[in-house]
């Protein structure tokens, strides 16, 4: 892991949070087989993809991440939360919006049903140019 990232981590608070940021770098690395890398502001990125909208707007983007936040770590789904709504019904404790999982803490958590989601995300994002947002894949 960089130094970046190790330095990161060692300033992330509450203490829950810091703990829960190791255990999502760990679970991460298998189910991307990346190493993590800062993106700014404060989101731990693994991997990339390419994506491309109908409106011709495209670009690159992390292809699995999380932010550790003071009120919740944000697990980033970029194919969207809808596309794993049957896993996460298992995963315990959380919240989502259209693209983001959201956790207060790992307790609790399912933690090979989150591998899982992020591992099929990962997979779906990097198969080949990505055509939909997040909110579009709700639909």
Do not use: N, W
Request: aromatic content about 8%; charged content about 20%.
């Amino acid at each position: 892991m960089s130094a970046e990232v190790d330095e990161f981590l060692a300033g992330v608070t509450p203490a829950v949070r810091q703990r829960d940021a190791h255990a999502l770098v760990d679970l991460m690395r298998r189910a991307t087989g990346q190493e993590p890398v800062l993106q700014h502001p404060g989101i731990v990125a693994f991997g990339q993809y390419h994506y491309e909208y109908a409106s011709g707007r495209s670009g690159d983007s992390a292809a699995a991440g999380f932010a550790p936040r003071k009120s919740a770590t944000v697990v980033y789904l970029s194919d969207g939360t809808a596309a794993h709504a049957d896993a996460l019904s298992r995963l315990g404790p959380h919240t989502t919006g259209v693209g983001c999982l959201y956790l207060k803490s790992l307790d609790g958590i399912d933690l090979e049903v989150l591998e899982a989601v992020v591992r099929r995300s990962y997979e779906t994002l990097t198969a080949g140019t990505f055509g939909q947002r997040a909110r579009e894949a709700a639909d």
